[in-house]
């Protein structure tokens, strides 16, 4: 399997929108209880608006994918901030087509997503994952990452 690991062509509007639509696809595929699905409207919105944002020389923003076949089947999008006074990396999504789960995309998008963090001077990666999600959970401990902190809740 030939697959290309590329940031997003912001120069390709289609790609560009199919990439924040595939973002909304990790938050679903995550949590499709809690899933609400944006409209055409803000989809466009989404897309022009990181169109301007990804061309900022400051680089805050960092899309990646993963294609075959120009087709985008993978998709990791990241942020740089401060966190705990540390210049820090933010994983906002990851994405992979269930036709190609389990064959290292997500790993291969993770590793490339810290290489680029650590080019920009990140000091450490963060993300959130549910409790229900076994799959990103064991990928994150695969990959060397612990728990920082615990978000509690309680049903009212
Ligand atoms: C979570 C998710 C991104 C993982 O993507 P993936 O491409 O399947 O992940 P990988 O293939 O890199 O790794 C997953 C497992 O496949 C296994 N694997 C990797 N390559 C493999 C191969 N060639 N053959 C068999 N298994 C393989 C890995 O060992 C890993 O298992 P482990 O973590 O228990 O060790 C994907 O399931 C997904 O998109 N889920 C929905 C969205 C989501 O939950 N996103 C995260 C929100 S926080």
């Excluded at 290309?4 to 924040?20: A, L, M, Q």
């Excluded at 998709?75 to 820090?88: N, T």
């Excluded at 790993?107 to 650590?118: I, V």
């Amino acid at each position: 399997m030939e697959i290309e690991y590329r940031p997003i062509d912001i120069s390709d509007f289609d790609e560009v929108k199919y990439f924040f639509i595939t973002h909304e696809y990790s938050w679903r595929d995550a949590d499709p209880e809690n899933f609400i699905p944006r409209s055409d409207e803000e989809r466009e919105q989404i897309a022009k608006k990181y169109i301007i944002e990804l061309q900022d020389p400051k680089e805050k923003y960092h899309c990646l994918g993963a294609f075959l076949h120009n087709k985008l089947i993978g998709s990791h999008f990241l942020d740089r901030y401060i966190i705990e006074g540390k210049s820090a990396c933010h994983v906002h999504g990851l994405w992979v087509d269930p036709s190609f789960r389990e064959k290292g995309v997500a790993h291969k998008l993770k590793e490339l997503g810290e290489t680029w963090a650590r080019s920009k001077g990140c000091l450490l990666m963060d993300s959130n994952v549910k409790v229900s999600n076994k799959a990103m959970i064991s990928l994150n401990e695969r990959m060397g990452y612990k728990v920082a902190r615990y978000n509690f809740r309680k049903e009212l």
